[in-house]
């Protein structure tokens, strides 16, 4: 490979001659050869769209001149339009928690590209981080590649998966199954009460997203170093805010503390905390569908969920749950990711958090993980999936607890020996009932009929 000589304020380091970055960049490959992951693409776009914003910015403040600020932006939009836009940006994940490797990494490249549309020299530090840190623009781009993430992918995602839980809970409402609690039998429960009951906890989560995309949308960008805004311009901050909101179409603010959005992470492990509440009901749903799929034989066999792929690669004729599986795992790998959030979270000492690209990382790949499961969930299993209803029936009249029905009229003790007896000698409990107490089979037809009890009362 060819090389060329770079320098940066600690001297000289040969560069690949035509990479688009620089010293710094370089020195941080060299440093940081730890997991071959770089920071997810979604936040480099983000730290992109920084970099233009701010441009922007500082020519109406007068802080650049008109000419150098197209240069930039001309440059940041040649990324964001390119194919092969992450062979930019080779900075691992596992760097200065700062993440000034990567800022400095973004500040490198487009320089050289605006260098070309300028016709001069643009510097990385002094033109395309004007007004900037790496301790606010970091913590920005997180919000920023959050705010987009979820807005973009894991809300619309959310919304198909409730909409399709809904449709298709509603188109099941004939269908009484045996309720279990403890995974045994239970009282009797319609298929769109359950299908149901996961919409409303999808709900639950849109709403507590929605909520905290009010506090991404908040930005630690002016704050500077340290909190102060030295170096930017006292408009800077607002002014930035409403570039970004212009070529985003999402409504960024200016930060109500500087000090807190770059000392900590709070926003950050508040919104992962809401990822993991996303992954419980992921799996809750996942689980819940791999069991009323159980079987066919020796399992519930309640539902069949559609056939994917061969499920065995020694047992002819097995077909798995797949999509449940995968959608479990998701729910697992973002509960872990959340523990490493959390921990980063801590790590606000001072004036700065120092786990900045490891927490962008974990979170980004929660939401796109979760995104992308939730589309597969819904499309391949929830809306293609088919009711046994033959395996309903049987297992509903055949079961005792339907005698809870009778607790008003005969008392819980006469109704728990009829229970007894009936599990006992395998009977359906409306026949023992009918043996056991003075009322009418007719009667009891109507008292222990699971339908109606769906419906609750007395």
Not at 257 to 275: C, E, K, P, R, Y
């Amino acid at each position: 490979m060819k090389m060329r000589i770079e320098k940066d304020s600690m001297g000289e380091l040969e560069v690949p001659e035509k990479a688009l970055y620089g010293a710094q960049t370089q020195r941080a490959i060299n440093n940081f050869p730890i997991s071959d992951e770089t920071l997810p693409e979604a936040f480099i776009r983000s730290l992109i769209l920084i970099k233009a914003a701010a441009a922007r910015a500082n020519e109406s403040l007068e802080c650049i001149t008109p000419e150098m600020s197209k240069a930039i932006q001309n440059a940041c939009d040649e990324l964001l339009n390119a194919d092969d836009l992450m062979q930019h940006f080779p900075v691992d994940v596992f760097q200065t928690g700062s993440g000034t490797s990567s800022n400095m990494n973004a500040n490198e490249v487009i320089a050289t590209l605006a260098s070309v549309y300028y016709e001069s020299v643009v510097n990385p530090n002094d033109h395309v981080n004007y007004g900037q840190s790496s301790n606010d623009v970091i913590p920005s781009a997180i919000h920023v590649s959050a705010t987009l993430e979820l807005t973009g992918h894991l809300l619309p995602a959310l919304v198909h998966l409730k909409d399709t839980i809904l449709e298709k809970g509603t188109a099941l409402a004939g269908y009484t199954k045996t309720g279990r609690t403890h995974l045994m039998d239970a009282m009797p429960v319609r298929l769109d009460q359950t299908f149901h009951a996961w919409a409303a906890q999808l709900q639950d989560n849109i709403d507590n997203l929605t909520y905290l995309e009010s506090k991404t949308t908040q930005l630690a960008q002016g704050g500077t170093a340290v909190g102060t805004g030295i170096n930017a311009h006292p408009e800077f901050a607002e002014l930035f805010a409403k570039e970004l909101s212009n070529l985003t179409n999402v409504t960024f603010s200016k930060g109500n503390n500087f000090f807190a959005l770059i000392g900590s992470q709070d926003t950050a492990v508040a919104l992962s905390g809401q990822l993991k509440a996303v992954a419980v009901t992921y799996m809750k749903i996942a689980n819940d569908l791999r069991w009323m799929n159980s079987g066919p034989l020796a399992g519930l066999g309640e539902i069949f969920l559609q056939a994917l792929q061969p499920g065995s690669s020694i047992m002819p004729g097995k077909v798995n749950p797949v999509i449940p599986e995968a959608t479990a795992m998701v729910a697992a790998q973002v509960i872990g990711n959340d523990a490493a959030i959390t921990i980063g979270g801590q790590s606000g000492n001072f004036e700065l958090n120092v786990m900045l690209p490891m927490i962008a990382k974990n979170l980004l790949n929660s939401i796109k993980l979760l995104a992308n499961s939730g589309q597969l969930l819904a499309d391949n299993a929830i809306a293609t999936l088919t009711v046994n209803e033959d395996k309903l029936n049987q297992a509903l009249h055949r079961n005792p607890i339907l005698v809870t029905a009778l607790n008003p009229i005969i008392g819980y003790g006469k109704a728990a020996e009829i229970a007894k007896k009936a599990y006992k000698e395998g009977r359906p409990v409306v026949d023992v009932a009918e043996e056991e107490t003075d009322l009418s089979r007719e009667k009891l037809l109507a008292l222990l009929d699971p339908a109606k009890l769906t419906h609750g009362g007395i």
